[in-house]
């Protein structure tokens, strides 16, 4: 507790190199912003979120491939919430579904096998994206499909991984001198990972929880470690220095890596995982889905890469809301925009 | 035995079903008469009020439709400073209803109207093609005598105050869908005891609002706009029972934003603050109540977290979770 009571007085009355401070996972933005922490922050310490967050870092040709898809005949897309929201180039899922598409929202991949069983003429189509941490969980369903012999699940596959969009965003002019490094993506590939981009940028990496206290100790952590090329592990509950060789060894029965489009960062190589050729026939043609559309004014691309904060696209809180968004990062509920809009003046 | 469409023919089925359930269930000398309209004494200043309710399920720990209906419908009368006297449900049923399920919601409805002190006077039956759904529209009248509350008549330095904890309606119904286990009760219930000793005792309540849909995040922010005036409150102050506080990490849920079905939250001038909070805590159903924070200039809903930081509080977004009343 004094321990807590001092890093908050520290963090307040810090007055060295002023710092900005990097995190790349939605659970964190929505900690950060849920918890104030930047009001309790000095004017030298900056936060800035990155792209963290599965839905707002989605291309709009991978969205509109899924609207096609839930417009074709016998055929229904399953999707978390957050998603159907999105606009792709022209339309969302949910304009798809006014037009006569088929939707399902679901809280798993797993829920869609009861689904898929009792509708056997249907193809049912799984938005799947996600980070390290929610590719098992696609592995695990079809490890059940193809045990079960269930041939009309299929997925539509947008996964990435997060080390080199961490490279990627790293070497951009966004003067980041520390980052927050994700969660629960290093309770898969442990904090190890970070390592040579730490030496690489001379910076140092922090792993948190995702507890207000947590939070504060590793800002607290990466002011102290500034400009050391480090990784430090304060998540050590969950988090090891090695991977978690039983996820990579389930998800790479089923998947491989491959190159993967960002929102705003265009194609970055190593950056995804694809369905394995011997699987293809679960593809739902998920390859070359490359294609972005930034609509009007939307500062989605530069908020995902810390280049501006949201509040300083000249869209936020005027006419992007999360009412009614335009760019992906207002409608995720781990979304920086949306975080930024409903928990700050 | 199911409900069938002859049960809303306005025949035979339809008279049995409505003296055997509703009028048996309801009794009273207005009621009984059975007359097209109800006849009833008024007062110079009433308030009137309607809602619908198509909570899924109909059943859930702590109470089911019917007494939803009786207790969404009385606390809203109540949050003008009226005390409720009349209401009028009417049921729109899917075939396949059962007759047995109507009977409970029937039974809930007639005790929560006693404890509530209103009668209902005047009721409608209609059955639809479906699959078993009942919905509930009842609509009330109250007198109002003195001041009525008002969310505009907010005031610079009035104290926030909770009947109690937040969220457990919300809670308990969503754990009924997702079938989780837990004791989380819904705490739907009518809050006359509260208001009428608040008033008895003279207190200077200005604005109350029950905590109903959209949380106590979205209430504020009403009760803030309506005002022109900042409500600053505590996360600490905020009272929640330490299951649900539980249930709200798991899910990733916000308590702001999670419906109540038996809590309110006033704003009472600042000398009134402590007397007001031994009345709600007193009286039925508040024990739990607690000051939350206060009026100031300004405009919106400011929370000084539990780490100390300052956040704004918004309102909720989306649809939440769907019928939760």
Known sequence: ?345 | MKITLAHGSGGQSTKELIEKIFAASYKNDVLDMMEDSAVVNGSAKIAITTDSFVVNPLFFKGGNIGKLAVCGTVNDLLMRGATPKYLTSAFIIEEGADVNELKLIAAAMASAAREAGVIIVAGDTKVIEGNGGIYINTSGVGFIEGEDFASSKCEEDDVIIVSGSMGDHHAAILSHRMGIKNDISSDVAPLCDIVANLKKAGIKVHAMRDVTRGGLGTVLNELADASGKCFNIEENAIPVSSQVKSFVKLLGLNIMHMGNEGKLVCTVAKEDAEKALAIIKSGKYGENAAIIGKVTEGSGVVMETALGGKKKVGILIGEGLPRIC
Not at chain 1, 9 to 22: A, I, Q, R
Not at chain 1, 121 to 147: D, M, N, S, W
């Open chain 1, 1 to 345: 507790m004094d321990k807590i009571k001092e890093i908050i007085s520290f963090l307040k009355e810090y007055d060295g190199e002023p710092v900005t401070l990097m995190e790349v996972c939605g659970t964190h933005t929505a900690s950060i912003v849920e918890n104030g922490i930047e009001s309790m922050l000095s004017d030298k310490i900056r936060l800035i979120t990155g792209p963290g967050c599965p839905v707002c870092v989605t291309v709009a040709s991978y969205i509109d491939k899924l609207c096609e898809l839930s417009l074709k005949p016998n055929t229904c897309v399953c999707s978390f919430g957050d998603m159907i929201r999105v606009k792709g180039s022209k339309i969302s899922l949910d304009d798809a579904k006014a037009q006569g598409g088929r939707i399902l929202m679901v809280y798993s991949p797993l829920d869609l096998i009861n689904v898929a069983k009792e509708d056997p003429h249907t193809t049912f189509v799984f938005a799947a994206v996600g980070f390290e941490t929610t590719t098992p969980l696609y592995a695990v369903l079809l490890e059940e499909i193809i045990k079960q012999d269930i041939k009309n699940i299929k997925l539509l596959c947008a996964l990435k991984t997060m080390p080199m969009v961490i490279d990627k965003v790293l070497s951009a002019e966004n003067n980041i001198t520390g980052m927050i490094a994700p969660g629960h993506v290093s309770v898969i590939t442990g904090s190890d990972v970070f390592a040579p981009f730490a030496e690489k940028f001379g910076i140092p990496f922090v792993v948190a929880g995702f507890e207000g206290e947590q939070l504060l100790a590793a800002i607290w952590a990466l002011v102290k470690l500034n400009g050391k090329g480090v990784v430090k592990n304060l998540y050590t509950e969950a988090v090891t220095k090695e991977r978690n060789e039983k996820s990579y060894a389930l998800t790479s029965k089923y998947f491989e890596p491959c190159p993967a489009a960002w929102r705003g960062l265009g194609v970055i190589e190593n950056s995804g995982v694809r369905l394995k050729d011997e699987y293809a026939f679960f593809d739902a043609g998920s390859d070359g889905l490359y294609e972005d559309f930034m609509p009007k004014g939307c500062s989605c691309a530069e908020v995902i890469t810390g280049l501006k904060r949201p509040e300083e696209c000249p869209l936020f809180g005027k006419v992007c809301t999360p009412s009614s968004p335009v760019g992906a990062c207002m409608v995720s509920h781990e979304g920086s925009c949306f975080n930024y809009y409903n928990n700050k003046g």
